[in-house]
């Protein structure tokens, strides 16, 4: 990502729509500051723009990252369309890219992803690219599932 992103990061994290099912919108200054660090690169472990594959523009579409899931123990999966291009299939294209790199570059073994048990069409992504449903659980005041893959068994 890159500074021309700024405002469509934030936008990923304070759009009511698009966080209903992400714990709510943060607050503005913290939105900011998150949007600057992926800006700027500060980031453990890799996140991705998410673009057009023709690149008939450079519009952010929306993002994927890995990151440390809440149990410490895993790393999940985390992806933001804007929902203008929900149901194009670039979510999907962007999970099959980590998938691959996680497995073939950073020789992972195992992701993990949370979802709102109401999302249905995250749960259909992740089922759709061999992620398994492991437990249910509560967080957010709200139903979430908690799926996992193994990524030695993902072709």
């Known amino acids: 990502m890159n500074k021309f992103d700024h405002a469509s990061l934030v936008r990923l994290y304070t759009d009511l729509q698009i966080r209903?099912?992400?714990?709510?919108p943060v607050e503005i200054g913290i939105a900011k500051e998150r949007a600057?660090?992926?800006?700027?690169?500060?980031?453990?472990?890799?996140?991705?723009?998410i673009r057009r594959s023709d690149m008939s523009?450079?519009?952010?579409?929306?993002?994927?990252?890995?990151?440390?899931h809440h149990d410490g123990l895993d790393i999940e999966v985390s992806y933001e369309l804007l929902p203008e291009y929900w149901g194009q299939g670039y979510a999907d294209a962007a999970l099959k890219?980590?998938?691959r790199h996680a497995r073939e570059t950073l020789h992972m073994r195992r992701l993990v992803a949370e979802t709102q048990a109401r999302n249905h069409a995250?749960?259909?992504?992740?089922?759709r690219?061999?992620?398994?449903?492991?437990?249910?659980?509560?967080?957010?005041?709200?139903?979430?599932?908690?799926?996992?893959?193994?990524?030695?068994?993902?072709?």
Not at 57 to 68: E, K
Request: charged letters at 20%; hydrophobic letters at 45%; a neutral charge.
């Open 129 to 155: 690219n061999g992620f398994r449903l492991e437990k249910t659980l509560m967080r957010f005041d709200a139903i979430q599932y908690f799926y996992s893959i193994e990524l030695s068994a993902h072709g």
């Open 20 to 24: 209903a099912c992400l714990g709510g």
């Open 97 to 99: 890219m980590v998938l």
């Open 57 to 68: 523009d450079s519009c952010l579409l929306g993002m994927i990252s890995l990151d440390p």
């Open 36 to 49: 600057s660090a992926l800006c700027l690169n500060q980031r453990e472990l890799p996140a991705w723009a």
């Open 122 to 127: 995250s749960i259909r992504l992740l089922r």
